[in-house]
């Protein structure tokens, strides 16, 4: 009685196990070639975001098969700190002119930049 209790705990403990391992592993190929999540904030992506931030879906099949366009938000890792996402949108395509303007207004004795 008391080994067929143990093949029964062993075998239940060994299906939980296998289930978990096949969760994990659904989980990363969907991380890494389907879908990833992201938290987004800033008020670089106003009005498509809100400024307090939000999480987003972002797929990842579409640049697999299509170019990257004009207008489209793009997740990129961080060049000062690789551990940070960075969330932009698209304005100039190779072969494009792209100009910046920045316009300095002082008002009430501080600066802002528009």
């Known amino acids: 009685?008391?080994?067929?209790?143990?093949?029964?705990?062993?075998?239940?403990?060994?299906?939980?196990?296998?289930?978990?391992?096949?969760?994990?592993?659904?989980?990363?190929?969907t991380n890494t070639y389907l879908l990833?999540?992201?938290?987004?904030?800033?008020?670089s992506m106003i009005p498509t975001f809100e400024i307090t931030g939000g999480f987003v879906l972002a797929e990842k099949i579409s640049t697999r098969f299509s170019k990257v366009g004009k207008g489209d938000i793009v997740l990129i890792r961080s060049p000062e700190d690789p551990r940070k996402i960075v969330t932009k949108r698209v304005v100039g395509m190779e072969g494009d002119s792209v100009s910046w303007i920045v316009t300095v207004v002082a008002l009430w004795s501080r600066l802002f930049f528009l």
Request: one cysteine or more.
């Open 1 to 29: 009685m008391n080994t067929t209790l143990w093949t029964y705990i062993v075998k239940e403990a060994f299906d939980k196990t296998l289930v978990l391992a096949k969760f994990f592993c659904t989980l990363h190929l």
């Open 36 to 43: 990833t999540p992201a938290y987004v904030t800033g008020s």
